[in-house]
């Protein structure tokens, strides 16, 4: 993600990579109420009345590890009634950091090879530390929108059938009927 692209976000947290400890240090954040109207523009929902992400950050030498859950509250519109409706998420976290100049070491290394075999149980590889920060505010607004519906649908809500469409005459039984009037 660029700079300028973290600027835009309407919830930012920034953590000193330095001030983690080894031992887990306890990070909460919630949008307050001026930011939730801006969350659910930035998320394309109907609204937004709750956001709350609370983290474990450690740290091992350069590398971060971050345990976590982020809670939200909000409406989206079911894609058949057109009608906000309330969600309610809990979504778990657990990523790695390293800093970004050792992962594009590792990329640079790697770039000769090419890697078509996939590992279904592969751990999933570190996200980059930027300028010694990690943005708890962009983490928690990107795993949200991952975890929203991309078709949501009201409880109940269902597509109804209108009357049954007429069957379409065949080409050669209209060709058929134009004979049959010389």
Known sequence: MSSASKEALPLRHPVRVETITLRPMAFELSAAQPELGEIARHLGVASVEALKGEYSLSRNGDRV??????????????????EAFPVALAVPLKLDFAPEAELAAAAAA????IDIEVLLN???????????????GAITLEFLALALDPYPRKPGASFEDSAPEAAAESPFAALARLKDRE
């Open 122 to 136: 592969e751990q999933d590889p570190p996200e980059a530390i930027v300028d010694g920060v990690i943005d708890l």
């Open 65 to 82: 590890k971050l345990e976590g859950k982020i809670t939200a509250a909000l409406h989206q519109v079911c894609v058949v009634t057109l």
């Open 110 to 113: 790697d770039a000769g090879e």
